[in-house]
């Protein structure tokens, strides 16, 4: 089954399929909507737009404007794969034998430039988020009810944890062209490699909405040192996330600094807890900055990391 060339109606956009040249429109849904109701598009031709996130272990969509989970997984249509990496048994292949088919639906695939460009920007680097407008066939998953009469939709990515979107085209994609962004998707970690250290998150992960407001509190206030000065920035989050003094806190040094990204640590001393704060100023908000050129720092990992007994310990390395 080929993907005919797409037909661009008034009215809509229509994607053509099949030797029987059955056509679709797309429905158009904001993908918060689209994560709050799941089951009123499963099977069905969608249009969305939101930030795409590519990693180890990722490749979904998201919109700061709605909390990240439940997430939509993404998935390439046709005879292309993403070489995602994820649990279980997926490999980094880049293609399939056949056309993609999901819960007996085929989904083809439109490889044009847009998709090109799409395709580049996720690989390269491979840890990065790319602002995009897709159609593709939705498939809710599952429904899952908890005790506590919570509802999750789950069956593909990552150990089945997400509803899944198979991309079908790629309609807009924006470029990554500027050098004081920060476009990786995820935050850097604390690398502990003694038995028995331990790391404790100090911000939850992938806070976009918190960071949405640190943007909008800057451009509020027309705050300078939060463009301008990482070093306060980090200090003052350090302070209130780990309640040490100033004079202590002061104390951060940088350890790495990239395009976009700076990582200040704080070592209490021998054996202590050591403290490390990622500032970036993340592609994303560029698109709620009251000023497209002035994007804000803001934390997105903040962690206090100690081999000490009796460590509050949520992650060991």
């Known amino acids: 089954m080929r993907c005919l060339r797409p037909i661009v109606v008034i009215g809509g956009l229509l994607v053509c399929f099949s030797a029987t040249l059955r056509c679709d429109e797309p429905v158009r849904v904001a993908l918060c909507n689209l994560k709050a109701n799941p089951a009123e598009y499963n099977h ?13 272990e990722d490749f979904g969509l998201f919109d700061p404007s709605c909390p990240s989970w439940p997430y939509v997984w993404l998935e390439y249509g046709g005879t292309k794969k993403s070489g995602t990496m994820y649990c ?16 007996g639906i085929e989904v083809p695939l439109t490889t044009d430039e ?18 995009t407008t897709l159609v593709g066939r939705f498939f809710a998953g599952k429904e899952i009810r908890f005790r506590n009469g919570e509802v999750e939709w789950r069956g593909y990515g990552h150990m089945g944890c997400c509803s899944l979107l198979a991309i079908q085209q790629v309609i807009s994609v924006d470029p990554h062209d500027r050098k004081d962004l920060d476009y990786r998707s995820s935050p850097d970690q604390p690398n502990l490699e003694e038995v028995g250290c331990g790391v404790q998150d100090l911000v939850p992960p992938w806070p976009y909405s918190d960071w ?12 300078e040192f939060a463009f301008d000065n990482p070093r306060q920035v980090a200090t003052a989050a350090l302070i209130q996330l780990s309640k040490l003094d100033e004079s202590t806190a002061t104390r951060l040094k940088e350890k790495q600094h990239s395009q976009g990204r700076v990582i ?11 403290y490390m704060i990622v500032l970036s100023k993340p592609y994303l908000l560029s698109f709620y900055a009251k000023d497209p050129k002035k994007v804000a ?3 997105i990992g903040a962690y206090k990391s100690s081999c000490e007994k009796g460590n509050s310990v949520s992650r060991i390395k």
């Open 44 to 56: 069905k031709l969608i249009q969305v737009t939101g930030f795409a996130s590519h990693g180890f």
């Open 88 to 103: 279980c048994g997926v490999s980094a292949d880049r293609s399939r034998p056949k056309e993609l088919a999901v819960e």
């Open 114 to 131: 847009h998709f090109d460009a799409f395709d580049a920007l996720i690989h390269n680097p491979p840890d990065t988020v790319v602002r």
């Open 212 to 223: 949405v407001k640190a943007q909008q509190t800057a451009d509020l206030q027309a705050s």
């Open 264 to 274: 200040y640590e704080l070592k209490k001393g021998e054996g202590k807890a050591t």
């Open 297 to 299: 720092w803001v934390v």
